[in-house]
């Protein structure tokens, strides 16, 4: 059946289709979808895993099990994920393995900008790289044939464009492969001599891998004018098409590692000039290079930011269409916490005790920007944890009774609780705010396992995070309620000077999850008003002065009551100050 399709349903519907049995993933933009579009087939188990690590773990011992499996992450989930994927290329599989991986170029939605390429050929495991939805079900079937083929995990290597972006497929029927029988292995434990010897068997895998990238058809060339020859791969297959049509001849590589020698070489013989058109990394261009090829690429386009089809254009000094201008200037609209967001509270608490926040990875991220401007810096998932813990080793008394860490729920489970063990155990004086909205919100409301539910909604599981920091080590923890500002601030002074490590719990739903009770919103009397703005400082985009008076827009209040916390003059339903 033909269907218009999303590339990460699409990358859904090629596991389903292949036979998977098991999924284990951890959400992160722009990959999330793939596992939320396979957890709508009650043949496939899904999972969320509590991080990307535990998730590939996971997924890898259920094809030792005998069964298909999959997980899927964003780029810097890979990371967290490369532990055990460099063992597991070693040791192997039982039964197919792939790994969905979506890099961001233009970090629409990611602290970075890593090329994940790196990561297939560090591990050396293959990796496909789809560039349109009907390759995303297509590619997903054949990676579990290389999988099992060549006895590896092989990646799916997604990006924002083809992950969010939808073209026809054709759907065919799920096929599943008989259980593989689990034998007994010592060779699988993975010490001295089996390491040494399966070391040997991976450089073996490598070279029959690049045999086969000569001649498989996941690779082709499109010949075409022979004056220019570009080499390209993933959503820059589609520009090129777009700029040139027929007037260059094309090598557009589905897998793109390892990557051929042969094919290319003979490509870049019949061409005058050869061009590679990647994103990000010189990643192809540097293997062409070392192949002796002339080959132009970074010198012509940009290492940093995502591509178009203008830019291509542009870098090549072509014509390039003018833009139908827009007569009215629009200004921006910068991203902003929701209206009623619970973690707004916290910010304001903290700008106003003018402390050292050390931040996190998540929708709270946005308190770093105005008019809060409340989150000195962030690194990656669970360092607001452990840095917090080296930031006041090295400033002492100065930095624990100014200094904070903030993490959400979801993100405390994934790396946070090293963090505060390292806090607990090595007895540091640091407060860390846990700012638990009851789901994991920047990547679309999924289930984390303080929720009390699974990937489908139903009862799981429960961690208790009180409970949990204690046993952890931290004899002082307390849960606040962020829309109490008073409360708030007096946690947070009484932590910041206690001489122990703590925990502070902001508990509140995040406003976005379906079923949360709002109140009315609020009805301001403007005839109290004098226009100071001081309800403007928390930055809820439902606060606007006109005509040097408050006015709130119904469509968005929540009715939380936290700008009312700052009306002297009782304007927004207090009693004043």
């Known amino acids: 059946m033909r269907e218009l399709m999303l590339g990460n349903k699409a990358v859904a519907r090629g596991l389903y289709e292949a036979g998977v049995k098991v999924i284990s993933s951890y959400p992160g933009t722009p990959s999330t979808e793939i596992t939320e579009e396979a957890a709508l087939y009650p043949e496939i188990y899904c999972e969320w895993a509590p991080n990307e690590k535990v998730a590939l773990e996971a997924a890898h011992g259920a094809t030792l099990g005998g069964v298909r499996a999959a997980c899927a992450m964003k780029h810097v ?11 597991i290329s ?34 050396k495991a293959p990796m496909l790289e789809p560039s349109d939805s009907a390759e995303a079900i297509e590619y997903t079937k054949r990676a579990f044939e290389l ?42 434990v993975m010490m001295t001599v089996a390491s040494r010897r399966a070391h040997v068997r991976v450089e073996e895998r490598t070279r029959a891998l690049i045999d086969f990238a000569e001649t498989t058809d996941l690779n082709r060339v499109e010949m075409g004018d022979t004056s220019v020859g570009i080499i390209t791969s993933s959503t820059s297959y589609q520009y090129a098409r777009e700029v040139f049509g027929d007037r260059a001849s094309i090598l557009k590589l589905g897998l793109v590692w390892p990557l051929p020698e042969k094919l290319i070489r003979d490509f870049a013989s019949k061409v005058k000039r050869l061009i590679v058109l990647e994103e990000l990394d010189p990643f192809i261009e540097e293997h062409c290079r070392a192949l002796g090829l002339a080959v132009e690429g970074k010198s012509l386009f940009p290492v ?52 050292m926040v050390y931040g996190d990875i998540g929708c709270y991220t946005l308190g770093a920007v105005a008019p809060l401007n409340a989150m000195d810096l962030n690194v990656c998932m669970g360092a607001s944890c452990s840095g917090l813990h080296g930031f006041n080793l090295a400033m002492g008394e100065e930095g624990e009774r100014h ?53 489908r ?3 799981a599981g429960k961690v208790d995070l009180e409970a949990l920091c204690r046993a952890l080590g931290f004899e002082r923890v307390r849960v606040v309620d962020p829309y109490d500002l008073a409360a708030t601030e007096k946690a947070v002074r009484e932590e910041l000077a206690a001489q122990a490590p703590s925990i502070i719990i902001s508990r509140r739903p995040c406003v976005m999850i379906k079923g949360t009770v709002h109140l009315p919103p609020i009805k301001p009397d403007t005839a109290k008003c004098v226009g100071c703005k001081a309800c403007m400082a928390i930055g809820c985009p439902a606060i606007a002065v006109r005509d040097k008076k408050v006015s709130i827009d119904t469509t968005l209040c929540l009715g939380c009551g936290v700008c009312a916390q700052l009306c002297k003059f009782g304007c927004l339903g207090g009693e004043g100050k």
């Open 77 to 87: 989930g890979l990371n967290v994920a490369a532990d055990p994927l460099f063992t």
């Open 304 to 355: 940093c930011g995502e591509f178009s089809q203008n830019l291509v254009r542009e870098s090549l000094k072509m014509d390039t269409p003018k833009g139908v201008p827009f007569p009215e200037s629009v200004p921006m609209r910068p991203p902003v916490m929701c209206a009623g967001c619970p973690h707004r509270g916290v910010f304001y608490v903290l700008k106003k005790l003018k402390c």
């Open 403 to 455: 200094s904070v860490g903030v993490i959400g729920d979801s993100t405390f489970i994934h790396s946070g609780m090293t963090g505060i063990c390292d806090i607990a155990y090595n007895m540091t004086n640091s407060t860390v705010i846990i700012l638990d909205n009851s789901i994991t919100g920047m990547t679309g409301h999924q289930q984390n396992p303080t929720t009390g539910k699974n990937l």
């Open 90 to 123: 070693y040791q192997g599989l039982n039964a197919g393995l792939v790994i969905c991986v979506a890099d961001d170029p233009g970090m629409h939605s990611s602290q970075n900008e890593q090329d994940s390429r790196h990561y297939a050929k560090a591990a």
């Open 457 to 459: 909604g139903e009862p």
């Open 147 to 188: 999988s099992e083929k060549f006895n590896t995990p092989v990646f799916i290597k997604m990006c924002t464009r083809v992950a969010h972006s939808q073209s026809v497929v054709e759907t065919g029927e799920r096929v599943v492969p008989d259980k593989v029988p689990y034998v007994k292995d010592p060779m699988k």
